[in-house]
Antibody
Framework: QVQLVESGGGVVQPGRSLRLSCAAS????????MHWVRQAPGKGLEWVAV????????DYVDSVRGRFTISRDNSKNTLFLQMNSLRVEDTAVYYC????????????????WGQGTLVTVSS | DIQMTQSPSSLSASVGDRVSITCRAS??????LNWYQHKPGKLPNLLIY???SLQSGVPSRFSGSGSGTDFTLTISSLQPEDFATYYC?????????FGQGTTLEIK
């Protein structure tokens, strides 16, 4: 059974940092790209970042590029999101999710999601 | 970045109705388009991937179509459990993006 469990959320002041973790089990963690997706209160889903299965590359939505860093430790089946210079608008539930590719139809999607961890940026 | 625009933003319908939600990409994305259902307090649930492929376990009343820039999610006969928010998502390049969501409400 696949499980993704996020941790590390909390209340933080603007300009401060926070590090989120996502512990994975029940899947071949090192075989898959992993993603962070967030949902601000009353808003829709926003894709945040991706890291390649082997950690060789990563990418970010423009609003967090240069402030957030996604990383992974495949030996510990764990995904991270280092969030620096936090802003009020970063307040959201942050989900980690597994990326999956179906090569036969050219499909790429998020199939397993964690329960999310709430980050509140407030003075 | 590729922008995804859904319409309508909200929709009222009755059980048994046939409803469609559209999603338009700001540039061509071939068929790299997914649809998710999201209910309050629950995790997003993948319904359709690659524009028209039904995810395993998803009822056949859900279907997807389109390619290039214009896509549609259709629910053939609404059931009570279908009232939720629906998101399209493009995965054409490395920077995946979601539409703003369509909230489907009971009339």
């Amino acid at each position: 059974q696949v499980q993704l469990v996020e941790s590390g959320g909390g209340v933080v002041q603007p300009g401060r940092s926070l590090r989120l973790s996502c512990a994975a089990s029940g899947l071949n963690f090192s075989d898959h790209g992993m993603h962070w997706v967030r949902q601000a209160p009353g808003k829709g889903l926003e894709w945040v970042a991706v890291i390649w299965h082997d950690g060789s590359d990563e990418d970010y939505v423009d609003s967090v590029r240069g402030r957030f860093t996604i990383s992974r430790d495949n030996s510990k089946n764990t995904l991270f999101l280092q969030m620096n210079s936090l802003r009020v608008e970063d307040t959201a539930v942050y989900y980690c999710a597994r990326g999956f590719t179906v090569t036969s139809v050219g499909g790429r999607y998020l199939d397993y999601w964690g329960q999310g961890t709430l980050v509140t940026v407030s003075s | 970045d590729i922008q995804m625009t859904q319409s309508p933003s909200s929709l009222s319908a009755s059980v048994g109705d046939r409803v469609s939600i559209t999603c338009r990409a700001s540039q061509t994305i071939s068929t790299y388009l997914n649809w998710y259902q999201h209910k309050p307090g629950k995790l997003p649930n993948l319904l359709i991937y690659a524009a028209s492929s039904l995810q395993s376990g998803v009822p056949s009343r859900f279907s997807g179509s389109g390619s290039g820039t214009d896509f549609t999610l259709t629910i053939s006969s609404l059931q009570p459990e279908d009232f939720a928010t629906y998101y399209c998502q493009q995965t054409y390049n490395n920077l995946w993006t979601f539409g703003q969501g369509t909230t489907l409400e009971i009339k």
